[in-house]
C-alpha cells in the first residue's frame, strides 16, 4: 500500500503484539512520520532520536497529571469564554472545528509552550500557523510528481513552512534561554528535586527535567524546535477527537442528558479535580465508542524480526489495517452500531468501584487490539492520558455551560475528511451553543 508516497507493508493483527516486544529504536513511529512529512526539511534530526521528547511527555507530563487537571479546568473556562464570547444567552452559530480547535490549542499553549506565553494571541496564531503548515508542507511535497528527487527538493519547497517555524521559535527560544538560566541556577526550582512543587508545569520545565546534559550545556535552538513538535503532537489530535465527540452528541442526543448528569454529580462532589475526571465512567465509554467508529489514525511501524521468525530488512514501513479490528464481530455485539455505553457496561465491577483507568481493560486509554486510537504496543501514544483530560474537561464544560446544536436539522453525520488514511473530523460543520444557567460546584 502506498501512504505519503512511500511503501508499505500491511501486515495481518497476528503480528500487533510484535510491537509491545519490539525494539524502540530500530521500530520508530516519530522518524516514519518524519519521513512521511519530509520534516528534516524543517526540524532537522529531531525525530531520529527522539527519545527526550517522549521522555518529555511520560515522566515530566504524566507524572503531573493530577495537579494539571484543575489548572486545566481554569484554562478551559478561560478558553471557552475566548472562543465563544460572553454574550451568549441566544443562539450563536459557531463553524465546530475553528471553535473547539480553537479552545485546545489555548490549553495547549499553557502547557506545551509555556506558563508565561499563555493567553499570548500572537504566538497562539504563530502556532496555529506552524502546526497547520506541517501537515499542508508535507501534503505540497506528496503530491507534486517528484520522482526519486522528492528529498532533494523537499527542502527548498519547505522554505514557508521553515518560515513559520522560525516565527514561532523567535517566541520560543529567548525563553527557553532564560529558563535554562533559572534551572541551573536554582536547583529548587528543579523537579528531580521537588516533584510535588507546582512550579512552571509546562513544556520546558519537563525537556529540561528529561535532558541527562547539564541544562547550561543545553541547546537552546534544538530544545525549543522538540517543544514546538511535541505541542503539534499535543494540539491537533485531541482537538479532532472533541469534535468528533461533539458531533456524535448531536447525532444521538439521547447520551446528552446522562452525559450531563454524570459530570454534574462528579463536579458537585468532586470539584474540577483528578478525582472528578476519574469519576466519568459513561463519558469515558462514549469517547472510547467514538474512537472504536471514528479514529483519526491507522499507521504505525517498522523494521524487525517478528514473533515467527519473519525478518522485515530494515527500512520497512509496516501498517496494519484498523477498521477490521475496530469493528470485528468476533470482538463485539453489533460492532456497526454506535452504543455509546457499551465499555461502561463492559467494566467488571472491580473496574467500576476502583474508577481507575490503569489496568481496567474498559478504558478509553487502554491500549489493545480492539483499542488502536492511540495506537499499541512500545510506541503507543504517551500523551492519551492528558489528551483524554483535557477532551473530558472541555466537552464536561462545554455541556454543563451550553445548549448544543446542529445549525440546521440533520440526520447524517457530517462526513469527515480524510487524507491519506488520516481522518479529520468535518472542517465546515456549524454548530449553535446557548449559555445554560450556571451549574453549582461542591
Ligand atoms: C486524541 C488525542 C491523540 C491521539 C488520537 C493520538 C494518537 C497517537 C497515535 C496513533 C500514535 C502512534 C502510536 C503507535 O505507533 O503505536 C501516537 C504517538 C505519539 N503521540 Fe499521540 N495522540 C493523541 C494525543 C497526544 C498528545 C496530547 C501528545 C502529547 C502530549 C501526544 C504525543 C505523542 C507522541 C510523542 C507519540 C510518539 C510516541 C513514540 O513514538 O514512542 N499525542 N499518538
Known sequence: MRWWAMDYLVLSPEYLPD???????????LQNLSDALHMEASAGIIYHSPDRMIQTIKKGLNSHLAQITPLLAEEADFALMFEIGEDSNGWKEFNATKLLFGATYRIACRFFIAKELSGDEKLIKTLTAFTESIFINGLIIKMLPLGPIRGILAWPIS??????????????????????SLFAADDSSSMKKSPNTEHFLDAIDWILTASSAQPTQQDSRILAIEILHNFWASSGSPSALLTQIVFQVLM??????????EVQDAVSKYGWTEKAVQSLPLLDSFIRETNRL?????????PWRLHDGLVLPVGTRCIWAADPLLRNPKAFVDPLVFDGFRFARLATDDEKREGKEDGNSSAASFLSPTNLAFGYGRHACPGRFYALRKVKVLFGKLILGYDIEWDTPRTERPSPVSVEAQFAPNLWQKIRLRRRPVPTEG
Open 19 to 29: 510491537l509491545k516486544t519490539a525494539d524502540a529504536e530500530n521500530v520508530s513511529f
Open 294 to 302: 471514528y479514529p483519526s489514525f491507522s499507521v504505525k511501524g517498522e
Open 159 to 180: 522554505f514557508f513552512h521553515r518560515r513559520k517555524m522560525e516565527a514561532a521559535l523567535e517566541r520560543l527560544q529567548p525563553l527557553v534561554e532564560r529558563r535554562i
Open 252 to 261: 444521538f442526543p439521547m447520551y446528552l442528558d446522562p452525559l450531563r448528569k
